[in-house]
């Protein structure tokens, strides 16, 4: 085994201290990443927009969306070699005292910021690239959450982390996508294949090692678990249609109070769903380049959003209904009531299925007891051996006086 340095500086040595401000700063460093992504897009649609070759200026949203995720897709890259050696540094620094505690310090560390790099993207998109709002009325919705506001008619250890990265992936959002399970396992199968045929004939054997169990990446893996039931709870009530549905069926569709649901319940959802909105309400940033009259020939005075609000000729403009709040509070219910549920089967499985099967925990038992039995005759057989010398030395010390 190998043996560090014995007496690693306490948390208030100053190394110490920087150390463990250095690493939520690598995090914001990717976090700042993603921002500024989002950033270029900003400002690249509104260039490319204005471009003199009618190409680019057409299909200015593809160009910028394919900019983008190449630009991402680089910094990845780098920030994955560029965090490596900054876990490694990070570590070393740190000074453990014996090899598995460097190794589940490195394994964190690296695991953090990979998560975190890998899955930065993953969750702007799902949870905050979406509604925006100023103080004057003005809405954008975009990709995911909400869409577009459209003016209408008034109708190794890298083996180790990759497959754990993966199995966030394919859990974290399984409510989005729910196939990536089975293409994780059919991906993880052929990959186990390949690596079994690079041990035996490309590589050299590993030497074999023993460990007491998977060290910190049990934790790391109970975390993810953790955080995939929350995440798949707010995709399921904030980023689809299921609980608004369930609201309208029950509580404002032609079913409300008969305690049914059905196809007929859900007709006018999609009506009830959207509210209007006054063109002339527009700013002058954000006013839409056509009015409408090459639809209809006349222009248009209202378009439709997707939202829960008052009209503009109410008494507070544009204020949140009374059916957003009851969407809101079922959400709410949902995510709380999904949770609980949901970790309450995982406690029961884990009750009823063991860690250790019934007849080998017995076995440990047994050999620990055993164990214990062969230490007790070991010190009774020393404690007899050495009463018999005292007893011998003392007669002999006795024999010398006349």
């Known amino acids: 085994m190998r043996i560090f340095q014995v007496g690693a500086p306490s948390l208030k040595h100053p190394t110490r201290v920087s150390l463990a401000l250095l690493s939520p700063c690598q995090i914001c460093v990717v976090i700042a990443a993603v921002f500024g992504i989002v950033i270029y897009r900003v400002v690249t649609v509104s260039t490319f927009a204005a471009f003199k070759w009618a190409l680019i200026r057409n299909n200015s949203q593809v160009a910028t969306t394919g900019t983008a995720v190449c630009i991402n897709f680089c910094i990845i890259m780098l920030l994955n070699v560029l965090y490596e050696k900054v876990a490694l540094l990070l570590t070393n620094l740190e000074q453990p005292r014996t090899e598995s505690e460097w190794e ?63 199995f966030g992936f394919t859990t974290i959002f399984v409510a989005a996508f729910p196939l990536a399970p089975l293409l994780a396992l059919l991906n993880n199968i052929i990959e186990i294949r390949l690596d079994a045929y690079k041990f035996v004939t490309q590589w050299r054997r590993p030497l074999a090692s023993r460990a007491k169990d998977i060290g910190i990446w049990y934790g790391i893996l109970e975390g993810i678990g953790i955080l995939s039931v ?71 005075k209202y378009c439709r959003y997707r939202d829960y609000r008052d009209p503009p000729h109410s008494l507070v403009p544009y204020g949140y209904t009374l059916q957003f709040w009851h ?41 620990k007891y055993l164990i214990q039995e062969m230490m007790y005759e070991a010190e009774l057989e020393r404690l007899q051996k050495e009463r018999k010398e005292r007893k011998k030395n003392g007669k002999a ?6």
């Open 230 to 300: 929350i995440t798949n709870a707010f995709v399921i009530a904030i980023t689809s249609d299921f609980i608004p549905r369930l609201v309208y069926a029950y509580k404002y569709g032609p079913c409300a109070g008969q305690g049914e649901a059905g196809q007929k319940c859900m007709v006018g959802y999609v009506n009830a769903s959207l509210s209007v909105f006054r063109i002339s309400d527009f700013e002058n940033r954000s006013e839409p380049e056509s009015d409408g009259s090459e639809f209809s020939g006349i222009p248009l």
């Open 327 to 367: 969407v809101l509070a079922a959400r709410l219910a949902f995510i709380i009531v999904f949770e609980h549920l949901v970790f309450c089967i995982k406690h029961l499985i884990s009750y009823l299925i063991p860690d250790l099967p019934k007849d080998l925990r017995d076995r440990m038992r047994r050999e």
């Open 104 to 166: 589940n310090s490195f394994t964190l560390k690296m695991f953090l910021f990979q998560f975190v790099n890998l899955n930065s993207s993953t969750f702007y998109i799902a949870f905050f690239l979406g509604r925006l709002q100023d103080a004057n009325g003005l809405f954008f919705y975009v990709l995911k959450i909400y869409r577009t506001p459209r003016c209408l008619l008034e109708a190794d250890k890298q083996v180790e982390t990759r497959r754990v990265l993966q």
């Open 397 to 402: 010390h006795h024999n010398e006086w006349p």
